[in-house]
């Protein structure tokens, strides 16, 4: 069974810009989420989505988006990017209904200049 | 909200040795608590994780026990070895949505 697949593996963008990640969950996964990998702040979470709904979100401004289709594959937008905007995404699928047992992909690092 | 606090931040142990590593969680309502192990380059792999109705669980040299009353759980590792070196994270969960926050990490280094 294929795990989580992120792309892309590494992102080099400038400050204003936009980026679009993208996450394929383990088959048969319905829940995916995103969270933000730093050194500072360790890791902190984004958003959730399942069955095409966003059921929780973080503290992250609005700049930060996402969103997830009806194959369960997802996409996490970020706009007007800022320097801090700088980390790991990693993101997560599970099998159940309700958080548990989450199975990571390994992440896009994004770099912003 | 949740609040985990893990401790130590790095350990450093010989092979063979054991290793241990604690966390404690503010939310009474946290029920879930999973650990997960990252390698260099990988996301956060989960090794083992242990529910609210369970006091402890093993797996081969990975063992978990928690202590609802004092609201702390440990990683428990027996037998080191290199290939342990990672950096390990815990985690609580009161199971609803997706509101898991972890530690901050616990960089294990298994010297040979």
């Known amino acids: 069974k294929a795990g989580v697949t992120q792309t892309p593996r590494y992102l080099i963008k400038t400050r204003g810009q936009q980026v679009t990640l993208s996450c394929s969950p383990i088959?048969?996964?319905?829940?995916v989420s995103w969270y933000q990998q730093t050194p500072g702040q360790g890791l902190q979470f984004l958003f959730e989505?399942?069955?095409?709904?966003?059921?929780n979100k973080g503290n992250f401004p609005g700049r930060f988006s996402g969103r997830q289709f009806s194959n369960s594959r997802s996409e996490m937008n970020v706009s007007t990017l800022e320097l801090g905007d700088s980390a790991l995404y990693l993101c997560?699928?599970?099998?159940?209904?309700?958080?548990?047992?989450?199975?990571f992909g390994s992440g896009t690092q994004l770099s912003v200049l | 909200g949740e609040n985990v606090e893990q401790h130590p931040s790095t350990l450093s142990v010989q092979e063979g040795d054991s290793a241990v590593i604690k966390c404690t969680y503010s939310?009474?309502?946290?029920?879930?608590f999973p650990w997960y192990k990252q390698e260099l380059g990988k996301g956060p792999q989960l090794i083992i994780d242990i529910r609210s109705n369970v006091g402890e669980k093993k797996d081969q040299r990975i063992a978990v026990t928690l202590n609802k009353t004092a609201k702390h759980f440990s990683l428990h590792i027996t037998e080191t070895q290199p290939e342990d070196s990672a950096v390990y994270f815990c985690?609580?969960?009161?199971?609803?949505?997706?509101?898991?926050?972890f530690g901050a990490g616990t960089r294990l280094t298994v010297k040979p």
């Open positions: 997560a699928s599970s099998s159940a209904s309700r958080n548990e047992k989450l199975f």
């Open positions: 989505y399942f069955s095409e709904t966003q059921r």
């Open positions: 985690a609580a969960s009161t199971g609803y949505f997706n509101d898991m926050r």
């Open positions: 088959s048969g996964h319905r829940s």
């Open positions: 939310d009474s309502a946290s029920n879930y």
